[in-house]
């Protein structure tokens, strides 16, 4: 069965940095593209980025260009989120997505706050 487990959220000052994990299983992750969302108190949930199935491709919401980076690592099933230059805006639950066959998955998400 799939399963996705986001970790690496925390509580960071603005401008300062964190990386998110989700550890996938029960597909075969190296052929399958992966998203990450986030959603924000009182908001809609919203697309972060995007990475195709071999890492070679990514695409971001515009307001994480230049400052958040996905990668992923094959050989251990681990999608990746380095976030930079974080804003107290980028407060929010972060969640990994997948398509796999017809299903949508989502992992439990991780919270990410940014405050002083």
């Known amino acids: 069965q799939v399963q996705l487990v986001e970790s690496g959220g925390g509580l960071v000052q603005p401008g300062g940095s964190l990386r998110l994990s989700c550890a996938a299983s029960?597909?075969?992750?190296?052929?399958?593209?992966m998203m990450w969302y986030r959603q924000a108190p009182g908001k809609e949930r919203e697309w972060v980025a995007y990475?195709?199935?071999?890492?070679?491709?990514?695409n971001y919401a515009d307001s994480m260009k230049g400052r958040f980076t996905a990668s992923r690592d094959n050989a251990k099933n681990t999608l990746y989120l380095q976030m930079n230059s974080l804003k107290p805006e980028d407060t929010a639950v972060y969640y990994c997505?997948?398509?796999?066959?017809?299903?949508?998955?989502w992992g439990q998400g991780t919270q990410v706050t940014v405050s002083s």
């Open positions: 997505y997948a398509v796999v066959g017809i299903r949508n998955y």
């Open positions: 029960g597909f075969t992750f190296s052929n399958y593209a």
């Open positions: 990475i195709n199935s071999d890492g070679s491709n990514t």
